[in-house]
T-cell receptor
Protein backbone atom coordinates (compact mmCIF):
# COMPACT_ATOMS: atom_id res chain seq x y z
CA UNK A 1 0.00 0.00 0.00
CA UNK A 2 1.14 3.50 -0.75
CA UNK A 3 2.35 5.28 2.35
CA UNK A 4 2.04 8.73 0.82
CA UNK A 5 -0.58 9.51 -1.78
CA UNK A 6 -0.80 12.67 -3.83
CA UNK A 7 -3.84 12.31 -6.05
CA UNK A 8 -3.36 15.44 -8.15
CA UNK A 9 -0.77 14.92 -10.90
CA UNK A 10 -1.22 18.53 -11.98
CA UNK A 11 -2.86 21.66 -10.65
CA UNK A 12 -3.43 25.07 -12.17
CA UNK A 13 -3.97 28.30 -10.26
CA UNK A 14 -4.31 31.95 -11.15
CA UNK A 15 -1.65 34.29 -9.82
CA UNK A 16 -2.57 35.80 -6.42
CA UNK A 17 -5.12 33.08 -5.68
CA UNK A 18 -4.80 30.32 -3.10
CA UNK A 19 -4.31 26.67 -3.97
CA UNK A 20 -4.47 23.46 -1.96
CA UNK A 21 -2.31 20.45 -2.78
CA UNK A 22 -3.58 17.19 -1.34
CA UNK A 23 -1.62 14.59 0.56
CA UNK A 24 -2.83 11.55 2.46
CA UNK A 25 -0.60 9.19 4.38
CA UNK A 26 -0.71 5.78 5.95
CA UNK A 27 1.22 4.76 9.04
CA UNK A 28 0.65 2.82 12.21
CA UNK A 29 3.52 4.59 13.98
CA UNK A 30 2.24 7.13 16.53
CA UNK A 31 5.32 9.28 15.99
CA UNK A 32 5.85 10.62 12.52
CA UNK A 33 6.51 13.82 10.65
CA UNK A 34 5.16 15.20 7.43
CA UNK A 35 7.15 17.37 5.06
CA UNK A 36 6.43 19.36 1.97
CA UNK A 37 9.18 20.05 -0.54
CA UNK A 38 9.23 22.17 -3.68
CA UNK A 39 11.24 21.05 -6.68
CA UNK A 40 11.60 23.71 -9.38
CA UNK A 41 12.72 22.85 -12.89
CA UNK A 42 16.34 23.25 -11.82
CA UNK A 43 15.93 20.10 -9.75
CA UNK A 44 16.88 21.04 -6.21
CA UNK A 45 14.68 20.03 -3.26
CA UNK A 46 13.52 23.02 -1.24
CA UNK A 47 12.04 22.44 2.21
CA UNK A 48 8.76 24.30 2.69
CA UNK A 49 7.00 23.19 5.84
CA UNK A 50 6.85 20.45 8.47
CA UNK A 51 4.18 19.00 10.76
CA UNK A 52 4.95 16.62 13.58
CA UNK A 53 2.34 14.05 14.57
CA UNK A 54 2.12 15.46 18.09
CA UNK A 55 1.94 19.09 17.05
CA UNK A 56 -1.31 20.59 18.27
CA UNK A 57 -1.48 23.42 15.78
CA UNK A 58 -1.26 23.45 12.02
CA UNK A 59 2.16 24.51 10.77
CA UNK A 60 2.59 27.78 8.93
CA UNK A 61 5.60 29.22 7.13
CA UNK A 62 4.90 32.54 5.43
CA UNK A 63 2.55 31.89 2.52
CA UNK A 64 2.56 28.15 3.20
CA UNK A 65 0.30 26.43 5.68
CA UNK A 66 -0.37 22.81 6.34
CA UNK A 67 -3.92 21.65 6.90
CA UNK A 68 -3.28 18.68 9.19
CA UNK A 69 -6.24 16.38 9.80
CA UNK A 70 -4.83 13.55 11.85
CA UNK A 71 -7.97 11.40 12.02
CA UNK A 72 -8.30 11.52 8.27
CA UNK A 73 -4.54 11.09 7.79
CA UNK A 74 -4.29 14.05 5.53
CA UNK A 75 -1.70 16.83 5.37
CA UNK A 76 -2.68 19.23 2.64
CA UNK A 77 -0.44 22.12 1.65
CA UNK A 78 -2.12 25.48 1.20
CA UNK A 79 -0.28 28.17 -0.74
CA UNK A 80 -1.84 31.57 -0.38
CA UNK A 81 -1.43 34.42 -2.88
CA UNK A 82 0.24 32.26 -5.53
CA UNK A 83 3.17 33.74 -7.43
CA UNK A 84 4.59 32.82 -10.82
CA UNK A 85 7.68 31.53 -9.05
CA UNK A 86 5.56 28.93 -7.26
CA UNK A 87 5.30 26.93 -10.49
CA UNK A 88 7.13 23.71 -9.65
CA UNK A 89 6.72 20.10 -8.58
CA UNK A 90 5.58 19.68 -4.98
CA UNK A 91 6.27 16.59 -2.93
CA UNK A 92 4.70 15.43 0.29
CA UNK A 93 6.94 13.18 2.38
CA UNK A 94 6.78 11.31 5.67
CA UNK A 95 9.34 10.09 8.13
CA UNK A 96 8.30 7.46 10.64
CA UNK A 97 9.71 6.70 14.03
CA UNK A 98 10.59 8.72 17.06
CA UNK A 99 14.35 8.88 17.05
CA UNK A 100 17.61 7.02 16.90
CA UNK A 101 20.32 6.97 14.33
CA UNK A 102 18.23 5.33 11.64
CA UNK A 103 15.80 8.19 11.93
CA UNK A 104 15.30 10.35 8.95
CA UNK A 105 14.46 8.16 5.96
CA UNK A 106 11.73 9.92 4.01
CA UNK A 107 8.98 8.30 1.98
CA UNK A 108 7.74 10.53 -0.83
CA UNK A 109 4.50 10.83 -2.72
CA UNK A 110 4.42 10.96 -6.50
CA UNK A 111 4.29 14.72 -6.57
CA UNK A 112 1.97 17.39 -7.94
CA UNK A 113 3.01 19.76 -10.70
CA UNK A 114 1.68 23.22 -9.94
CA UNK A 115 1.37 25.77 -12.71
CA UNK A 116 0.63 29.38 -11.82
CA UNK A 117 -0.96 31.41 -14.60
CA UNK A 118 -0.54 35.20 -14.81
CA UNK B 1 24.34 26.52 -1.14
CA UNK B 2 22.68 23.92 1.08
CA UNK B 3 25.98 22.71 2.48
CA UNK B 4 25.60 19.26 0.92
CA UNK B 5 27.86 18.88 -2.11
CA UNK B 6 27.25 16.33 -4.80
CA UNK B 7 29.60 15.64 -7.67
CA UNK B 8 29.41 15.40 -10.55
CA UNK B 9 26.28 17.38 -11.38
CA UNK B 10 25.80 15.59 -14.67
CA UNK B 11 27.05 12.25 -15.89
CA UNK B 12 26.49 10.55 -19.22
CA UNK B 13 27.65 6.99 -19.62
CA UNK B 14 26.97 3.88 -21.64
CA UNK B 15 25.07 0.77 -20.68
CA UNK B 16 27.16 -1.79 -18.87
CA UNK B 17 29.49 0.78 -17.37
CA UNK B 18 30.15 1.62 -13.72
CA UNK B 19 29.99 5.07 -12.15
CA UNK B 20 30.61 6.58 -8.73
CA UNK B 21 28.57 9.43 -7.33
CA UNK B 22 30.04 11.42 -4.49
CA UNK B 23 28.40 13.27 -1.62
CA UNK B 24 29.96 15.52 1.00
CA UNK B 25 27.50 16.09 3.83
CA UNK B 26 26.96 19.36 5.63
CA UNK B 27 29.63 19.99 8.22
CA UNK B 28 28.88 18.06 11.40
CA UNK B 29 26.18 15.84 9.90
CA UNK B 30 26.76 12.16 10.62
CA UNK B 31 23.92 10.70 8.56
CA UNK B 32 23.89 10.48 4.79
CA UNK B 33 20.91 9.33 2.76
CA UNK B 34 20.75 8.47 -0.91
CA UNK B 35 17.60 8.84 -3.02
CA UNK B 36 16.81 8.09 -6.63
CA UNK B 37 14.31 10.13 -8.62
CA UNK B 38 13.19 8.54 -11.87
CA UNK B 39 10.19 9.13 -14.10
CA UNK B 40 8.64 5.72 -13.50
CA UNK B 41 9.53 5.13 -9.84
CA UNK B 42 9.34 8.65 -8.46
CA UNK B 43 11.53 9.60 -5.51
CA UNK B 44 12.76 6.53 -3.66
CA UNK B 45 14.99 6.06 -0.66
CA UNK B 46 17.98 3.90 -1.44
CA UNK B 47 20.21 3.68 1.61
CA UNK B 48 21.34 5.46 4.77
CA UNK B 49 24.70 5.58 6.50
CA UNK B 50 25.39 6.89 9.95
CA UNK B 51 28.97 7.61 10.98
CA UNK B 52 30.33 5.02 8.58
CA UNK B 53 27.81 2.29 9.21
CA UNK B 54 24.84 1.25 7.12
CA UNK B 55 21.65 1.97 9.07
CA UNK B 56 18.72 1.58 6.72
CA UNK B 57 18.19 0.11 3.30
CA UNK B 58 15.43 0.82 0.84
CA UNK B 59 14.83 -0.18 -2.74
CA UNK B 60 18.48 -0.41 -3.69
CA UNK B 61 19.43 -2.79 -6.47
CA UNK B 62 22.17 -5.37 -5.94
CA UNK B 63 24.13 -3.67 -8.72
CA UNK B 64 24.29 -0.57 -6.52
CA UNK B 65 26.42 -0.17 -3.42
CA UNK B 66 27.38 2.66 -1.14
CA UNK B 67 29.78 3.47 1.62
CA UNK B 68 30.58 6.28 4.01
CA UNK B 69 34.20 7.09 4.69
CA UNK B 70 35.88 8.23 7.94
CA UNK B 71 35.70 11.85 6.77
CA UNK B 72 31.93 11.26 6.44
CA UNK B 73 31.70 11.73 2.69
CA UNK B 74 29.74 9.04 0.93
CA UNK B 75 29.91 7.37 -2.45
CA UNK B 76 27.20 5.57 -4.36
CA UNK B 77 28.53 3.04 -6.83
CA UNK B 78 26.32 1.98 -9.72
CA UNK B 79 27.50 -0.90 -11.88
CA UNK B 80 26.32 -2.79 -14.97
CA UNK B 81 24.29 0.26 -15.81
CA UNK B 82 21.03 -0.07 -17.66
CA UNK B 83 18.94 2.50 -19.47
CA UNK B 84 16.45 2.41 -16.61
CA UNK B 85 19.09 3.63 -14.16
CA UNK B 86 18.91 7.06 -15.76
CA UNK B 87 17.70 9.28 -12.94
CA UNK B 88 18.45 12.16 -10.63
CA UNK B 89 20.33 10.88 -7.59
CA UNK B 90 20.06 12.94 -4.44
CA UNK B 91 22.12 12.83 -1.33
CA UNK B 92 20.79 14.30 1.90
CA UNK B 93 22.43 14.70 5.27
CA UNK B 94 21.37 15.33 8.82
CA UNK B 95 22.76 15.17 12.30
CA UNK B 96 20.93 12.83 14.62
CA UNK B 97 17.56 14.24 13.72
CA UNK B 98 17.08 17.67 15.21
CA UNK B 99 14.10 18.84 13.29
CA UNK B 100 13.07 19.17 9.67
CA UNK B 101 15.44 22.01 8.81
CA UNK B 102 18.39 19.88 9.83
CA UNK B 103 17.61 17.55 6.94
CA UNK B 104 19.42 18.97 3.90
CA UNK B 105 19.40 17.84 0.30
CA UNK B 106 22.20 18.29 -2.18
CA UNK B 107 21.47 19.55 -5.67
CA UNK B 108 21.67 16.06 -7.15
CA UNK B 109 23.60 14.19 -9.81
CA UNK B 110 21.75 13.69 -13.06
CA UNK B 111 22.78 10.36 -14.55
CA UNK B 112 22.00 9.57 -18.17
CA UNK B 113 22.68 6.06 -19.42
CA UNK B 114 22.80 5.77 -23.21
Amino acid sequence: AQKITQTQPGMFVQEKEAVTLDCTYDTSDPSYGLFWYKQPSSGEMIFLIYQGSYDQQNATEGRYSLNFQKARKSANLVISASQLGDSAMYFCAMREGGGGTSYGKLTFGQGTILTVHP
Amino acid sequence: DSGVTQTPKHLITATGQRVTLRCSPRSGDLSVYWYQQSLDQGLQFLIQYYNGEERAKGNILERFSAQQFPDLHSELNLSSLELGDSALYFCASSPVFQGPRSYTFGSGTRLTVV
